[in-house]
């Protein structure tokens, strides 16, 4: 089962268990993979999916974090609990050992030598890693190797 269909397949589960955070949560996600399938005219793969996911929670966390600096504390549980419902969908995250085993394999592939190669080792681990882990921790991680 792809992606879009996990969507719809919970999205149904939510209407029958009345579970309106998550129903709407879902139905945001939902609504955004078709507006993208729209404006583009293509059909989106599982990874362009997670890929969209994965900025969507990006974007809570932004506004969570302006919420609770701001005093509103409620709002910020909302965005964080929408969150948690879209983290449902996204594949588990990477750990450390499994990220520098990644990395690893990356820099020896492309040959890398200096920053001047981290694009080239960026393009290699980014449709490995989307989804899985904060890409700009990642950035970090390959500078500090790079440059060592």
Known sequence: MNLIEQLKSAQKDAMRAKEKLRLGT???????????EVDERITLTDADVIALITKMVKQRKDAATQFAEAGRQEL?????AEIDILNDF???????????????KAIEQTGAS???????????????????????????????????
């Not at 879902?26 to 993208?36: D, E, P, S």
């Not at 910020?76 to 964080?80: I, P």
């Not at 694009?119 to 060592?148: A, E």
């Open 76 to 80: 910020a549980d909302k965005e964080l």
């Open 26 to 36: 879902i139905r945001m996600a939902l609504a955004a993979v078709k507006q993208r």
């Open 90 to 104: 996204l594949p588990a995250p990477l750990t450390d050992e499994e990220l520098e085993t990644l990395l690893v």
């Open 114 to 148: 200096g920053m001047q190669d981290m694009g080239k080792v960026m393009g290699i681990l980014k449709p490995q890693v989307q989804g899985r882990t904060d890409m700009g921790k990642l950035s970090g991680i390959i500078k500090s190797r790079l440059t060592s």
